[in-house]
């Protein structure tokens, strides 16, 4: 090393990285001639670093000098130079190795302390006399291997995982802090044709035709159906997620095949005592994996509505005979579910009341009339003074009912039991339909901006907001909406996220107002509009958060004018009355669902 040092060197001496210049001068040092160690201090000018230094220096100088005299303090050992490193955070501390042990030397090894946790007690388990599974009569073991894999929240036992636990992880993973590592299979099952399931401690995985999903332990016991963990009366489960959690620590696994089916499954053991277990098909396993598929098999079903036009609606099975209506009841459920609308003809006017009228009859073939402050059944008629637009002879345009609640009725009815006016022609038009066909920029913006729904009359006040389209609008999701009532729209505010700028704000409020004046105008539209005049025993029963429904103004018929088409009025009864009701989704999912179920079941 030269002995004199420029000013581009101290420079560099000076810099705030003192540490690690004096573990670079060290290392350079060990490989210098003794002569040469004095310039080092020469080059340090903090006095401090010159007196951390200067013992190592002085040590190897002093040993590497041709006079024999004794030295001044004791060499530093090259382990004191590590951890002087060490301590200034530039290196990573090594592990230190296990002491050797003479060969044939006895291992002499702690103590081990007694557990502080008090013994597990085990309950007698009020089932083990019936021991059962959740499919029963299974045939031997195709694959005889059982494999118990190792909870992750219990002690490692083996002596592979032990060794692995103290084996010094890399560099990379220490600095960032670890993280889930991947683990090697414990077993693998393959089933015909191209399915297999992998076993890891405390969860699987369902490989299908290359696509792999995970299922835990906890998730496997939650979906037991046997008759220890789901009632056969009552078809409800008897075991919580704490259960699934604290019972699937340490399941058996082994591969069976079904002597009856022949079909190919999973068959676990949750118990070391052998009184619970679970058989689980390659089928089960797909549908817990793969949502659709579990829609498929456990949700109500999702027909894919189609969006219609008058021209689409007039081709498909809209009408339906009242005398079919017992035989056709899952037809009419389908057309109302794929196109949210579907008419019922010939239902008999009489009686009227609300506990006897056929309106109450026909839609109890299919459930439970929702109730509101309107009544289980309500009349739609031409009153004085009236509560409600719908009650008036006046033009009543396209709106759906109630967006003053939180929760809307899905679906509604609506009996035509007299019709002896001029007009109060009734039409609908697919809410859907004219949403698909906005532009991309407009559908967004109506499923941003929510209107408020109001009614304040009569001692009722409701208030109630609703995005214009369903922020998870699709044609599959079997709750998806459009909401839209402007007869019922309450007093509006100012946008909830309106900019502070004047200008921007008033052009954004501009931009949305445009967006709602725009989807308005193309309800409007002539060819959205499915129209006809309800005759006297017409039922239409419709999606009431799809189909949009109005009808147009009336007066009653002249006296001339009733002559001559033979009509006669009954004293007392108005001459345009319309019974109607509510029914939930739900009421209509569920009969949906089960006629499509007996339908199968019957081919």
Not at 8 to 36: K, N
Not at 341 to 361: A, F, H, S, W, Y
Not at 446 to 470: A, E, F, K, S
Request: net charge positive; charged share 25%; glycine share 4%.
């Amino acid at each position: 090393m030269n002995r004199v040092i420029n000013r581009e060197q101290e420079c560099i001496i000076q810099s705030p990285h003192l540490h690690l210049l004096i573990v670079f001068l060290l290392v350079e040092r060990l490989a210098m001639p003794p002569t040469a160690s004095t310039s080092i201090l020469r080059i340090i000018p903090s006095r401090r670093a010159s007196n951390l230094i200067r013992p190592v220096v002085q040590s190897r100088h002093q040993s590497g000098s041709s006079e024999s005299r004794p030295p001044t303090r004791p060499r530093q050992p090259r382990t004191d130079i590590a951890s002087f490193a060490v301590g200034s955070d530039l290196l990573t501390p090594p592990i230190k190795a296990p002491p050797s042990r003479p060969i044939g030397a006895e291992t002499h090894r702690p103590p081990v302390r007694p557990s502080s946790l008090p013994r597990p007690v085990l309950k007698a388990n009020p089932y083990a006399g019936n021991y059962t599974i959740s499919e029963a009569d299974l045939g031997e073991p195709s694959d005889t291997a059982v494999i118990t894999p190792v909870h992750p929240s219990s002690p490692l036992s083996s002596s592979t995982h032990a060794e692995k636990r103290h084996r010094r992880r890399p560099f990379a993973q220490r600095r960032s802090g670890g993280g889930p590592v991947e683990q090697k299979a414990q077993h693998v099952f393959n089933f015909p044709p191209n399915e297999s399931v992998a076993i890891y401690p405390g969860y699987i995985t369902y490989t299908n035709e290359g696509v792999t999903k995970t299922i835990t332990s906890a998730r496997l016991y939650d979906n037991c159906n046997c008759p220890r963990c789901r009632d056969k009366s009552t078809k409800q489960k008897s075991t919580t997620t704490l259960d699934a959690i604290s019972q699937s620590t340490t399941p058996t696994y082994r591969k069976v095949r079904h002597k009856h089916t022949g079909k190919h499954g999973l068959l676990i053991d949750w118990s070391s005592q052998n009184q619970h277990a679970t058989f689980y098909p390659t089928w089960v396993l797909r549908w817990i994996t793969d949502p659709e598929s579990f829609d498929r098999i456990h949700r109500t079903p999702s027909f894919t509505r189609q969006p219609w036009d008058a021209e689409a609606l007039s081709r498909t099975q809209l009408r339906i005979p009242f005398s079919e209506m017992q035989s056709s009841l899952l037809q009419v459920l389908e057309q109302l579910q794929v196109f949210g609308l579907v008419v019922i003809e010939g239902v008999p006017t009489n009686p009227t009341t609300d506990q006897e009228c056929m309106l109450r009859k026909t839609m109890g073939m299919i459930g439970e009339i929702r109730n509101t402050f309107y009544g289980e059944t309500w009349d739609v008629k031409s009153v004085k003074q009236s509560k409600n637009v719908a009650y008036t002879d006046l033009d009543l345009g396209l709106h759906m009912d109630l967006l003053y609640f939180s929760s809307p009725p899905r679906f509604q009815a609506l009996h035509c039991l007299r019709n002896r006016v001029n007009g109060g022609m009734s039409y609908f038009v697919d809410s859907f339909k004219v949403a698909y066909d906005l532009p991309a920029p407009l559908f967004e913006t109506l499923q941003n901006h929510h209107i408020g729904y109001m009614y304040d009359n009569d001692n009722h006040y409701l208030r109630y907001q609703h995005p214009v389209i369903d922020p998870e609008f699709s044609l599959t999701n079997p709750h998806a909406a459009v909401n839209w009532s402007p007869p019922f729209r309450a007093s509006t505010g100012p946008l909830p996220s309106a900019p502070k700028s004047p200008v921007l704000a008033a052009s954004e409020e501009t931009r949305i107002y445009n967006a709602v004046g725009e989807f308005e105008k193309r309800l409007a539209d002539p060819k959205y509009r499915y129209q006809f005049t309800m005759r006297e025993g017409d039922l239409v029963l419709f999606d009431n958060r799809r189909v949009l429904h109005a009808r147009t103004s009336f007066r009653d018929k002249t006296e001339e004018e009733r002559t001559q088409e033979g009509i006669e009025l009954v004293e007392g009864e108005p001459t345009r009355w319309l019974k109607g009701c509510y029914l939930d989704g739900e009421v209509v999912w569920d009969k949906l669902a089960v006629l499509q179920r007996q339908a199968h079941d019957a081919r």
